[in-house]
């Protein structure tokens, strides 16, 4: 919580640090091109961007410490637990791997452009969603046999940009292309709410991506014209806006313990908000 790492178009990463209320940073030349994702575990950070290239970076060390190759187009996003890594590519392919090896450990291909994925609260279980009105869950203990897919949730009519998941009492909240932002019950597979077209000002499935907070009350998305929304996980009304950047805003995300918001926009540009 004391950390913001930014990833930048231009393939660097910034690590700003609060001893300095933010205004010392470091910068590291990671990727050629557009940083999509970067997630910071204890004393990694893990990237993804356009060049096609995933990297694991000691922030000790100060030294690349993995590249994760294979995937034939921009990788979109990333996520970690455990040990297991996986991404989501353009080119249709979510990929797991095991950070202690150099291979591949299963790829699940999906056919079309994937925008997102996650693991979930359960243990070996993931879920992803691209080009499709669907989120697919997938258990890992079935990908070597026949019946690779556990489930999936279904309700909307368009592909969905990007979705999120409350570790604390396991709803998912998606958004679709069109703008509808839907609450999601894993357990039953149903939708308990669902807002159409509820966004004058509209999100963008390059930008706009969900988070939810650490303690299972609010969830944010960040959106084209430079506001970042808060909304109450179990309602999903709005609880409150900031307009911080000018155009879109690329990501959001909670700090752990305290109500603070962080927004980063396309403007290059960061705000933290006490909410």
Aim: with cysteine; net charge positive.
């Amino acid at each position: 919580g004391n950390s913001i790492f930014a990833g930048k178009n231009t393939g660097e990463v910034l690590w700003m640090n609060n001893d300095n209320k933010f205004q010392n940073f470091k910068t590291y030349k990671l990727h050629k091109l557009k940083i999509n994702k970067i997630i910071v575990e204890q004393d990694f950070l893990f990237s993804v961007s356009w060049d096609s290239l995933g990297l694991i970076w000691d922030l000790k060390m100060e030294k690349k410490i993995r590249t994760l190759s294979g995937h034939k187009s921009s990788i979109n996003d990333i996520d970690r637990k455990n040990n297991l890594i996986i991404t989501m590519g353009q080119d249709g392919i979510l990929r797991i791997w095991d950070d202690r090896v150099s291979e591949v450990v299963e790829k699940i291909n999906h056919g079309f452009n994937l925008l997102s994925g996650r693991f979930l609260t359960k243990e070996f279980t993931l879920a992803s969603c691209g080009f499709s009105s669907e989120i697919f869950i997938w258990d890992l203990r079935n990908l070597k046999g026949g019946n690779q897919r556990l489930n999936s949730l279904k309700g909307n009519k368009n592909y969905i940009v990007s979705f999120s998941f409350s570790r604390k009492n396991s709803m998912f909240f998606s958004l679709d292309r069109k703008n509808c932002l839907s609450g999601w019950l894993l357990q039953g597979n149903r939708i308990f709410f669902k807002q159409k077209n509820s966004f004058k000002k509209g999100f963008h499935e390059q930008t706009s991506r969900i988070s939810c907070d650490f303690t299972g009350k609010f969830f944010s998305i960040g959106g084209n014209f430079g506001e970042s929304i808060i909304f109450f996980q179990k309602t999903g009304k709005i609880y409150k806006k900031f307009k911080d950047h000018i155009g879109s805003v690329k990501d959001v995300c909670f700090h752990p313990k305290k109500k603070f918001l962080c927004s980063l926009g396309n403007d290059e540009t960061f705000t933290i908000r006490n909410f």
